[in-house]
């Protein structure tokens, strides 16, 4: 569904603009995705993408263990009237190679992660009993298996560990190791090209070119990918001029996944990228109700994606998280994601154009949100101030102080 | 405040536990801030954490512009009874060295990003007006000022930009770039000690020692490092052995600003860790009021702090995020974080002891937070199930569905 807006100066009348959600939608159904595999030794899988099922090769917990400080004995000792056993001697600590035999009526110290040995099947905390010539007193009563765990309770040997598309965490790597993996197969790394435009853009000032802009977008850019855990590649910058662009992106769409652009996306004249992008490669969409973000490109260039992101860096940035980042996601083999939000009281009133969706700089105050004294896209402070984005729907026009707003955390974004 | 609990098997009778809250509080009072600052290219500085307020070079913007393609001219031209300005001859592109100077009475024709020439200080959007024999009618009512943006509205040369303690993100290096700042000052990155203990620990499985248990924490301990961005040292592992650990620990506290080490913390015979920081380090905390997390320990080794968590790996993996993340964050020169978390509805109900914290392993399904079908901390996989954790108080005794609960993203932890 596309939709047409004429009642406000940000989106001209007579122009058709396309849904937020209609783009991501086409964007998700376009983009064909070419992953290579690569085995890698499982210490080094942090940020990875698995490219296949991970199958456990041991057993977590591997044997039966206690999970507290003391004492092991057969429950069935205790089912009769005694309700003391006598104590052996020598303890079972974490690791010990001594083989133990506890026979019933008889109960052994053990220590917090030793496996259970031969005759025991339930522990007794070392606080719930009382010791007295060599017997063990319980204070309490005490379940069948108590303060046990069981071999193979969490994962057994033949399980499936982690699944294909999953991108590697902390605690999956601890759980891949604890289950024996010593190597895995992996997605190789995305590699997303960021490539600026714009006769305006320098990369230094010096004295001849001080009225010049300063390539913000770039190094912003490189950083959120090396973030995201995927591999920037400069592309440069290149001036407004078509010749130099083609050759760029010719050069570019072979070595990357992915490319970014930033700047010339606009219906000016001097927007070359969106002219070039829509006569020899495909242009997509590149009028969508959204802001910031006007102008924004969704193209490829000899099969590779663009994202063409506006110059301005505020829209660069927004736009680089909203369609970025699922993009990527997809692309890298973890599949399209959905952006961490969460429902929070504005701390806010807000009037809002209906027909197209807002992104507010935002951030959390006592259990509430509020949100940037300026919505000027020039204002790159708004962005530092902020610890997350507000995401206002289509539909919205008006928000009251109270209203439960919909609210990204950068954490979850970058 | 310290809490004496009895009446549960978890926190046995007789012993005095202390509240999460006052263990980091007391830890936070403890820690002394060490820091050493160095010089950096901008573009490195990704991550790192500044050690002076950074001043502004230049204003942002750095000239009045225009924040669309349209039409500049002065808006005294039309106070008057004119409704149509004289278009001038070319157009004003974003980084152009041509001089204009526009008379009262004309227009000219001026693309997105481009300075403001003399004599502009108001753009009408292409789309508002009508052009006929070089003259430019209006379609609507204008208003002064419109749809330019004034040289440091954002920032003004001077000003500061970002404070000390800031931790720079991809929007902030943006920033930083857009008011000509080209190097600045960054504290050192923390270092951070990783050391596994325990007779149990294997780092590699072999036909001899098929029995033993694999050392996860010390993998998933350093990949948390690594993602807090603090340089993680590999410690090793050491046996349960007072003369080595004593020197590991020396050796260690030289080279990093703080250690985390896994197992032995608890009240066991073989609990070296916690009886060699004892008696010849300082041990502030070990019995805390939390679930998991049994035993934990907080102490200093030569000035340098220890955090010795359990060497269970689900609780190691708790412990490391709930009292190393402000650790670490308070060390590195950024200031204590609170960890961030919102309020979500409970999907499930649940029973409590009073008197501790518990922290659960949690995910987000269709606006309700769930919790793992087991909290027994031998079950790693849980914590690759989940997504978040969430917080319950020390005196919440009952949750019910519905519930609103503290759920912590992982995202915003690691």
Chains 1, 2 share one sequence.
């Not at 050759?247 to 070039?276: H, M, R, W």
């Not at 429902?343 to 259990?367: C, Q």
Request: include cysteine; charge should be neutral; charged fraction near 25%.
């Amino acid at each position: 569904m596309n939709t047409s807006i004429g009642d406000n100066k940000t989106f001209p009348k007579g122009t058709t603009w396309t849904p937020v959600e209609t783009a991501l939608n086409d964007l998700k159904k376009s983009l064909s995705v070419n992953l290579v595999s690569q085995k890698i030794d499982v210490i080094k899988a942090l940020g990875f993408v698995l490219s296949k099922d991970v199958v456990a090769k041991r057993s977590n917990p591997h044997s039966s263990n206690t999970a507290v400080d003391g004492f092991g004995f057969a429950y069935k000792s205790i089912e009769g009237l005694e309700n003391s056993l006598n104590l052996m001697t020598g303890q079972i600590t974490p690791g010990s190679d001594i083989l133990f035999n506890v026979p019933e009526g008889s109960a052994v110290r053990i220590l917090t992660g030793a496996s259970l040995p031969n005759g025991v099947d339930t522990v007794v905390l070392q606080e719930e009993v009382t010791l007295h010539e060599d017997k063990v007193y319980f204070n309490n009563d005490v379940k069948l298996g108590e303060n046990t765990r069981k071999a193979g309770e969490d994962i057994t040997d033949g399980d499936i560990v982690l699944k294909k598309g999953t991108r590697v965490r902390p605690q999956d790597l601890g759980l891949l190791i604890s289950t024996g993996i010593e190597e895995l197969e992996v997605y190789l790394q995305l590699k997303v090209g960021i490539l600026s435009t714009g006769n305006e853009i320098v990369k230094k000032l010096t004295d001849k070119n001080s009225n010049r802009t300063l390539d913000v977008n770039r190094p912003m850019l490189m950083s959120i990918i090396e973030r995201w855990g995927y591999i920037p590649i400069d592309l440069g910058h290149v001036d407004d001029n078509e010749n130099k662009i083609r050759a760029k992106l010719d050069k570019a769409s072979q070595i990357c996944d992915l490319i970014f652009t930033s700047g010339g996306a606009s219906t000016g004249n001097e927007d070359y990228v969106a002219k070039l992008l829509k006569s020899d490669g495909q242009l997509f969409h590149w009028k969508i109700a959204m802001k910031p973000g006007r102008p924004l490109a969704l193209a490829s260039w000899r099969k590779t994606p663009i994202i063409g992101l506006p110059g301005n860096p505020v829209a660069a940035f927004v736009c680089s998280l909203v369609f970025g980042r699922p993009v990527c996601s997809l692309l890298s083999g973890e599949g399209w994601v959905q952006l961490p939000s969460f429902l929070v009281p504005a701390a806010f009133s807000k009037i809002k154009k209906m027909g197209r969706r807002e992104y507010l700089r935002a951030r959390i105050k006592n259990g509430k949100v509020e949100i940037f004294h300026s919505e000027g896209s020039g204002r790159i402070s708004g962005l530092s101030w902020a610890d997350g984005l507000i995401e206002l729907q289509d539909d919205v026009t008006y928000i009251e102080k109270g209203d439960l707003v919909r609210y990204m955390p950068f954490s979850g974004l970058i």
